[in-house]
């Protein structure tokens, strides 16, 4: 090891995106560790609950699927209930990922490398979730496909006015991109465990998946012209998606629906609260695997950083809407966000503005954006509050134009089972990728080590940490 | 599944197999008038095969939306066709029907021999076209599977035949024995004359007839100031000033559905410019009434003070009248005052009615009143029952007393459910054991059979009118004859074949009862012809009526006296027992189409509550609870002299103070299956609370002196309108945000000074927007992102609903279900917010909670030209028509409800479950095949009856000649059930159709049009006439 | 993989020749399924195959070649009403046995008939021409507008069971409620088996009675 660190150096160097002595090969050690350690009981346990959990969501759906939707607590002012929340809550977190790895990465956020692993699987695993409801939200589940364009005998085209059939289009291309986006990202990292894979099995399996990565030059301009390419093809999925997302309710001549705010909205507090996710999950993994020294608390304050500002965009967009509904003259705008507010559901309300506004004010002291369990419990209620926005935005039906139709929303049991089994779906997922894949970008993060750059003094002394470095890289 | 049904309904056809029967009919059909004593042809013909070949053609409208090509399907022909039946078009015929002694006369719709639908027959006079909700609800009742499928007797299952011959030997041997007959309210000449052979072949008979909801007090008042049982029939036409003593004539208290449209011919604005003629309706009651919830002033008043308004009137009106108990509040004393001016200035255009809950005297005052007045009153005998015949309760009372005094032999039951419908002094179930032997004709097991003992009882299964001969006297003498349309399901009797068999005509078919008898009466000269005319026309020549008016007229008071009553106070409430609006007496307690349509006023499903005052609920701790409360309301307990009842308590606004208003006909099993009606908010399917236990024979309406307490416990109510009061309409603190009006209604004199006061701000059908409306901002100009489509081509079909003649009576909801197999949900269901009907009824109150006025307006899809469901279904499942119509189409949809969120009205209906899912194969005989039953998981809602609209322009392209007189002739189910005709339906491409006429009327205004929505469906705003002196 | 192309040693999994195993997948044989699946779901799936050519046995073995194609009956002896009802009605016993009482009396084939017309039950014949439940066909209006039985039931006059000549499903209607024309004929023909239709003449009927089959929803669907 080299006993010249870039810490002496602070002064000129900026400060570090790796904490801790680490040279190229402790990284990998350190990253693929978590992999090849053998199983231990927590993590068995963990998967086992996240198991179970996910099980119940497939029991509800396969009581729904034979008894239909009536098992919700959906009515007639109110068709759309827990599902659609769920839906949109999901789409929301979905976010984050492509956000870090796309935006940040074109804007040459180095920061982010750390992170974007991560945050793109935990994108996947959410846009699976989200993708769920939609499917099974629809009365004749079998003839949901009716909405795809395929010829068929009854020679009919689906509707392409509604905002519905956008959606399928809109949601599914973000997750193909984002998989592919992910999956680019893993090749040589994949090959990495490949080669240091002890079993047959693991030697075979990520064999198959590195597609034979052998880290050449030319492996490397590939890979980075794709990696460019498809970041500049997902950043505009990113403000899509959500926008069109936002139109299933904006298109409606719904009070508190028909609104043109909802787009810039719903992209904001999606990033809110997929950011929020991240950190609800990077603070407890990284010291699970011991990846503190990957995702450092600057990583952890630059979220928190990005998570004050959508938090107080959001907040200033419930402003403008009130502001809006009044300013408009329309009665019935006026009264559907007073109802929101002091009607029945005012504690929904209520939840909202004090998770969504309220507490990321905390995080404008340093302090606390470096307080990991600060970090921890506001991320968490964040995702409460965004699961409140969306719930709030939808029992908007409950009480439209005319008072004789009103009626009151309550979820059933099997609505709450829904939800709470697709988180199951999402930690089974998670769990096991942090298993099975290495969950930082390893080549990523040996990008942005000082050992990267070639000028970088300390080979001078340490010839052994050169060619330690050299054959690393070699090793590929 | 088809080849079983086929084989069920085929064995339940006794004589099915006579093929003699069939060769008689066909040489029938060509010697008419030769042969005038053919026996009814039962073993052919419409009433033949019917059944069976009805269900399996019915069956074959069930598979819903996903139909599928095998297994096989069956095709059964006849094989001997009738000549009058082509298989897809339906039969007409016309019959006659009656509730609780209301007599209307129908027409039937039948489809390949299933009678599937009934609509009012325009020439009798107690239907004028229309029927009111239970009648409609009738049919349903015909293929209730909880009909009793065959006689029982000591244990044996008799075939009709058998238990005609059966009940032909035990009438032989009672020849000296001690018969007591027990018989409903029926205006039948023929039940009339049966009854009179009976009592002539049983010496010392004695023959009692019962009506739980009873014109006891009515009768008594007529019999004392005329000396005879009569019964007033009011002339509606040309009155000026109504006055209703408690009197719910639009609810059903008499001749209900014509009165109504009598009363709404007075009342209709339409395009008039001139509103001064209206016709001014106050009614003074302490329940809320239908009549009550239609009336310009109605006059808040506790149970006596009603009878202290009557007399106060009566006096300024120069009738001598008795000095009243109770003193009248200064209000009620101007309102007085002035309602005996206005009625005094209308001279004879005024008429009193008095209602069955008031007192006698209180008839006799109206009836005096009247005369004073000489308001246009005729006063017919009462058919119902014998001229000598005891009072309803009088007769309960003394038939338990002749039984428990072992002085019956035999007890013949004809119909009805005595053991539920008898005053709690008189127990029938106790007392019916004693009776040597019963014969019970019943419709089903209940109460009554329950009460039977055994070993002792025939009980025979009663043939529903749909399936026997017979005839009904309205109220007026015009006499009906009952068609039936279809033979006997199970082995069933009607009345007056178990009369004949008991007087040993064994063999009778109601058929040869009535024809014979009506041959005899008008002589056999040209029978025939004329009995075939009858039998099209469904009445009979007025030549023949039953009887006549009387005419006599009132003599003074005929020495009733005022009754003595206190005013009713914290400790002593008064107790008034209402007949229930859906279920009447209980008779339609296994109705599911009644059970779940609202009670017009509360809008409460499947249940009945005491309905209390909101200041008496306060004084009682009983609380409004708040709507995300699931309406768990609070349980109170009602003593009365001895009995008590617990049941949920419903607070009511503009109830009189200190009274508990209570629902007749609940408390009863809902024996009929739907598949999701047990779950979290009821456990039971026992609906509602018996209120009987506190209904004593000497006080049938109105009691006095009852203790009501709050009581442990809650009960969940399923209302299907929870938001209704103005105070609802916003949340606390808030109250006075200004929502545009939903109901706009004015006076006689507001319309006179401003006729289009309706329409500022309204876009109206096709004009331009107008550029200075309070909501120009939502709508800079009137466009339709579909672009323009021109609908000045073609038929255009639009409706215009009147408010003004609305009356609330659900009528047009019930029609509704009938015609478009609407599945009815179930209590938990529509707890839930899921009830199917495609027409809602609105009820607005507005004004203070003490008094309040009340506003009905029915609301379907308005098949809006730019209606938002359609952009954002994604399968195009509900789609535009070029006639204008919002086509929904049920094996397109797949369900994501985007459309029903967006419609502003909120008129779409999901099926969130199968609702028709393991139904009986015996109900789904109703279902009519030009509906597609709807699966699970679809979307659904008001089509304007389109499969009329097209059989109407089929006919019209078959019949070139009277192509226009079809067309005019389309009309939905809802506006031809109507019974004020308050529902115009037509083309409004056609000017001279009355609908477009409507349209182009100044009251004529559409829903949420700052939304443009371009309805098809408008609104006549309600015009009010209240009186300009009459104290506020 | 075979020693030849690896050198024992070396970390890759896969010899080399496995590089062209994603270019022939995805170059050669996934176009080829795919084009075949499509292919193969367009046609198979199609009713045109799933239920065109349906023929079940019926009870009685009735004719229609020999008595439509040989003793020319009119369609509309038997199948009376379809002319002014929706639907065309499967004859009652009645009907057969107007002749069969004076011919072939004990053909054994009939005995079926004959019972039914003893026993007065009906005989079960088993539907070849089926809409589903929600599709509401109007008979009459199709023979009025002189759309030929043969249109949607082929040639009768030649099939000695019946079978479906047509796979009566959405797209198939719409193909003739957009071109009419097609498929009309004048009313003296509309029974006519073999007619050839000719569509100056089918565009002529088509002004003369104005005929326009309806292209939405509640024309057919209720």
């Given at each position: ?10 002064s ?7 904490a ?32 179970t ?29 827990w ?9 929301g ?8 790895s ?7 956020q ?7 692993r991560?945050?793109?699987a ?26 795809l364009p395929?010829?068929n ?15 399928v ?12 986006f992910w ?9 990495t ?5 002890k079993?047959?099995?693991?030697f ?7 597609l034979g ?24 999925l990113?403000l899509s ?11 409606s ?44 608390i ?23 809407e009130?502001?809006i ?21 005012w ?7 004090s998770?969504n ?16 369990t ?15 926005e ?9 009480r439209?134009?005319?008072?004789s ?40 993060v040996?990008?942005v ?20 470095a ?7 | ?29 060509f ?22 070949v ?13 139909a599928?090509r ?18 897809g ?16 006369g ?29 009648h ?38 009672w ?13 039948s000449p ?16 004695q ?38 003593l ?53 006059v808040?008043?506790?149970?006596a ?12 009106l ?71 015949a ?15 005094a ?25 007392a ?14 209940n ?36 068609q ?13 074949e ?10 009778a ?18 029978f ?24 006599k007229a ?12 206190a ?42 509550a005491?309905?209390?005052s ?5 004084a ?12 768990a ?7 009365l ?26 408390g ?34 109105a ?12 009960y ?15 949340i606390?603190g ?5 929502r ?26 096709g004009a ?28 255009q ?8 003649t ?10 509704c ?14 707890r ?19 008094n ?10 308005q ?13 195009a ?11 929904m ?6 369900g994501?409800?985007?459309c029903?969120?967006n ?18 194969e ?19 809602k008001?089509?304007?009856c389109v ?7 089929r ?32 083309d ?18 559409v ?26 | 993989?075979?020693?030849?192309d ?7 999994v896969?010899?080399k020749?496995?590089n062209?195993i ?11 399924v795919s ?34 194609g ?25 009907t ?11 053909s ?70 957009r ?13 006519t ?8 003449m089918?565009l002529k ?18």
């Open positions: 090891m080299s006993d010249t660190s870039p810490h002496n150096k602070e000129i160097f900026p400060p570090p995106f790796v801790g002595k680490h040279d190229f090969h402790s990284i990998t050690e350190a990253i693929c560790g978590v992999v090849e350690k053998p199983l231990n009981i927590n993590w068995i346990l963990a998967l086992g609950v996240a198991g959990v996910m099980a119940m969501l497939f029991a509800s759906i396969g009581y729904l699927f034979w008894e239909g939707t009536g098992i919700w607590g959906l009515n007639n002012p109110v068709g759309w209930g599902a659609i929340v769920n839906f949109v809550f999901w789409v977190i979905g976010h984050a990922g492509t956000l870090i796309a935006v940040l990465f074109l804007f040459r180095k920061w982010r490398t750390a992170i974007n991560f945050a793109e935990m994108t996947i695993f959410a846009v699976i979730c989200a993708l769920v409801f939609p499917g099974i939200h629809v009365g004749r589940v079998w003839a949901a496909y009716w909405m395929i010829p005998q009854m020679a009919m085209w689906p509707n392409f006015r509604s905002p519905l059939l956008w959606d289009f809109a949601v599914s291309t973000y997750f193909t991109v984002s998989l592919l999956y680019v990202g893993l090749v040589p990292d994949l090959a465990l490949r080669d240091r894979a079993s047959k099995l693991a075979w399996g990520y064999g198959l998946f590195s990565w052998r880290g050449a030059n030319r492996h490397w301009q590939n890979y980075e012209r794709a990696y460019m390419l498809l970041a500049a093809l997902a950043t505009p990113v998606v959500h926008t069109i997302v936002s139109f299933d309710f904006a298109v001549v719904l009070p508190g629906w028909h609104t043109t705010i909802f787009p810039p909205y719903f992209v904001a507090g999606a990033i809110f609260s997929g950011f929020a996710m991240v950190l609800t999950l990077a603070v407890p993994s990284r010291k699970l695997f011991g990846l503190e020294d990957f995702i450092t600057r990583h952890i304050e630059n979220m928190n950083k990005i998570i004050l500002v959508t938090g107080t965009l959001v907040g200033y967009a419930y402003a403008m009130f502001f509904a009044w300013y408009s003259g329309s009665p019935y705008e006026g009264f559907a966000f007073i109802n929101r507010a002091f009607g029945p559901y504690w929904a309300y209520l939840a909202m503005v998770c506004v309220i507490s990321p004010q905390f995080f404008w002291s340093k302090k606390m954006r470096t307080n990991l600060v970090t921890f419990i506001l991320s968490i209620f964040v995702n409460i509050g965004m699961w409140f969306r719930f709030v935005i939808t029992m908007t039906l409950h439209d134009f005319l008072p139709s009103w009626d009151y929303y309550a979820p059933t049991v099997y609505d709450m089972s829904t939800f709470l089994g697709s988180f199951g779906l999402f930690f089974t997922l998670f769990i096991l990728f942090l298993k099975f894949l290495p969950a930082v970008a390893i080549s990523e040996k990008g080590m000082p050992q990267a750059d070639p000028h970088w003094e300390g080979y001078a002394h340490a010839h052994h940490a050169v060619s330690n050299v054959s690393n890289k070699e090793a590929h | 599944m088809k080849s079983d049904t086929t084989r069920k309904y085929w064995r339940s056809f006794d004589e099915r197999n006579q093929t003699d029967a069939y060769k008689a009919e066909v040489s029938r059909e010697q008419d008038e030769l042969d005038v004593s053919t026996p009814e042809p039962e073993g052919t013909s419409r009433r033949g095969f019917l059944g069976w009805g269900a399996s053609l019915a069956a074959s409208g069930l598979a819903g939306c996903d599928i095998r297994p096989a399907e069956k095709i059964l022909p006849y094989s001997v066709a009738p000549e009058e039946i082509l298989p078009i339906p039969q007409y015929y016309a019959s006659v029907t009656q509730v609780g002694g209301e007599v209307v129908v027409l039937v719709e039948s489809h390949e021999g299933r009678p599937t639908k009934v609509e009012g027959n325009p020439l009798h006079r107690g239907s004028l076209g229309a029927l009111s909700a239970l409609q609800s009738q049919v349903l009742d015909l293929y209730d599977p909880q009909r009793l499928r065959a006689t029982a007797a000591n244990g044996r299952a008799l075939s009709a035949a058998e238990a005609r011959a059966l009940l032909a030997e035990k009438g032989a041997a020849a000296g024995k001690r018969v007591a007959f027990l018989a409903e309210g029926v205006p023929q039940l009339a004359r049966l009854r009179a052979a009976a009592l002539a072949r049983f010496a010392g008979a023959w009692f007839t019962y009506e739980s909801v009873s014109d006891d007090h009515q009768r008594a008042a007529t019999q004392a100031v005329f000396g005879e049982a009569l019964r007033p029939v009011y002339g509606f036409a040309g009155a000026k000033t109504i006055l209703s408690d009197a719910d004539f639009l609810g059903g208290e008499g001749p209900a559905v014509a009165a109504a449209r009598q009363w709404a011919d007075t009342r209709r604005v339409g395009a008039n410019k001139d509103a001064s003629a209206l016709s001014r309706l106050y009614a003074v009651e302490a329940s809320f009434s239908l009549t009550g919830s239609n009336a310009d002033h109605r808040r008043a506790s149970h003070q009603v009878e202290a308004f009557a007399i106060a009137v009566a006096g300024q120069g009738v001598s009248a008795p000095a009243a108990s109770v003193v009248l509040e200064d209000r009620q004393v101007k309102a007085a005052a002035a309602v005996a001016a206005d009625l005094r200035a209308s001279g004879a255009g005024a008429l009193v009615l008095a209602g069955r809950k008031q007192p006698p005297v209180v008839h006799a005052l109206a009836a005096a009143m009247n005369a004073a007045l000489g308001a246009s009153v005729r006063y017919y005998p009462d058919a119902r029952r014998a001229p000598d005891l009072g309803d309760m009088a007769a309960a009372k003394a038939l338990v007393a002749a039984l428990s072992g002085e019956v032999d035999v007890l013949v039951i004809l119909g009805g459910n005595p053991a539920y419908t008898f005053p709690a002094d008189a127990k029938l179930a106790d019916v054991k004693k009776a040597g032997e019963v014969v019970y004709l019943a419709d089903m097991t109460e009554t059979t329950a009460a039977l003992d055994a070993a002792k009882a025939v009980v025979v299964p009663r043939a529903h009118y749909l399936e026997a001969w017979g005839d009904l006297a309205h109220i007026d003498g015009q006499v009906a004859l009952q039936p349309l279809i033979q006997p399901l199970h082995a069933a009797l009607s009345e007056l178990l009369l004949a068999a008991l007087l040993g005509d064994k063999d078919k109601g058929y040869d009862l009535v024809r014979g008898a009506w041959k005899d009466a008008t002589g056999a000269v040209g025939h012809k004329r009995w075939r005319r009858w039998l099209h026309e469904g009445v009979v020549d007025d030549a023949h009526a039953a009887f006549a008016a009387s005419p009132p003599s003074g008071l005929g020495g009733l006296t005022a009754t003595a009553a005013a009713p106070a914290a400790d002593k409430l008064d107790v008034l027992f209402v007949p229930s609006h859906n279920l009447f007496d209980g008779r339609f307690a296994n109705n599911s189409w009644q059970q779940e349509v609202p009670d017009p006023l509360t809008k409460i499903t499947w249940d009945n005491a309905l209390l909101p200041a008496t609920a306060k009682l701790g009983v609380v409004e609870r708040p709507v995300d409360s699931d309406f309301v609070d349980m109170v307990e009602v003593t002299n001895g009995a008590t009842l617990k049941t949920a308590a419903w607070v009511m606004p503009g109830l009189a103070d200190n009274t508990v208003v209570l629902t007749l006909g609940y009863r099993e809902f024996k009929n299956y739907l598949p999701y009606q047990e779950g979290s908010y009821n456990d039971s399917t026992v609906y509602g609370f018996d209120v009987g236990p506190l209904r004593a024979s000497a006080a049938p309406f009691a006095s002196g009852a203790k009501v307490t709050k009581v442990e416990g809650s969940f109510i399923a209302a299907v309108q929870r938001y209704d009061n103005s105070r609802q309409h916003s606390e808030f109250e006075n945000m200004e545009p009006k939903i109901v706009r209604e004015t006076t006689v004199a507001g319309y006179a000074e401003n006729p289009t006061f309706a329409k500022p701000g309204i876009i109206q059908h331009p927007m107008p550029d200075k409306t309070k909501f120009a901002v939502l709508h800079p100009e009137a466009k339709s992102i579909y672009g323009d489509f021109d609908y000045s081509q073609g038929h079909w639009g409706m215009v609903i009147d408010l003004s609305c009356t609330g009576c659900n009528a047009c909801m019930v029609a279900v009938a015609e478009n197999n609407i599945p009815m949900v179930g209590k938990d269901q529509v839930r917010g899921r009830e199917m009907h495609w027409i809602r009824m609105d009820r607005y109150f507005t004004g203070d909670d003490a309040p006025e009340v506003v009905h307006q029915p609301i379907a899809c098949q809006c030209e730019t209606a938002p469901c359609e952009n954002v279904c994604p399968v499942a509900t789609v535009h028509s070029p006639e204008g119509l919002n086509d189409v049920y094996n397109r949809c797949i994501t409800r985007y029903a969120n419609c502003p009205l909120k008129v779409r209906r999901f099926n969130f479950y199968n609702y028709s899912k393991g139904q009986d015996l109900i789904h005989m109703q279902r009519n095949p030009n509906v597609t039953v709807r699966f699970r998981g679809v979307m659904e008001c089509t304007y499969q009329r609209i097209n059989k109407g322009k006919n019209a392209a078959l019949n070139p000649e009277v192509k226009q007189q079809i067309i005019d002739r389309i009309t939905p189910a809802c506006a031809q059930g109507c019974p004020t005709k308050a529902i115009t339906f037509g409004i491409n056609n000017p001279k159709s009355e609908v477009a006429q409507l349209k182009a009327a100044a009251l004529d205004y829903l949420l049009s700052e939304l443009n929505l371009q309805s098809r469906t408008s609104f006549l705003a309600k015009v009010r006439n209240p009186n300009p002196s009459f104290p506020g | 993989m075979n020693e030849k690896t050198n024992p040693g070396e970390p890759w896969f010899p020749w496995h062209r994603p270019l022939i997948f995805f170059g050669v044989i996934g176009p080829v084009v075949l699946a499509v292919a193969g779901v367009w046609y198979y799936f199609s009713p045109r195959f799933t239920d065109v050519g349906y023929r079940p046995e019926q009870p009685v073995p009735y004719s229609h070649k020999l008595h439509v040989e003793l020319g009956l009119d369609c509309r002896y038997c199948h009376t009403g379809a002319e002014i009802s929706s639907s065309a009605r499967v004859p009652p016993t009645q057969c046995m107007n002749c069969h009482t004076q011919i072939k009396t004990d054994p084939d009939l005995r079926l008939v004959r019972e039914s017309w003893i026993e007065d039950k009906p005989v079960e014949w088993v539907r070849v021409h089926k809409t589903p439940d929600y599709a509401y066909f109007e008979h009459s209006a199709h023979v009025q507008a002189g759309v030929g039985c043969e249109s949607c039931h082929g040639r009768i006059d030649q099939m000695v069971e019946v079978t479906l000549a047509e796979p009566l499903n959405m797209g198939w209607c719409l193909d003739c409620h071109a009419p024309e097609k498929h009309l004929r004048p009313a003296s023909e509309v029974t088996m073999g007619y050839v239709v000719d569509e100056a089918g009927l088509k002004d003369e009675k104005g005929i326009n089959p309806p292209l939405h929803w509640s024309g057919c669907h209720r």
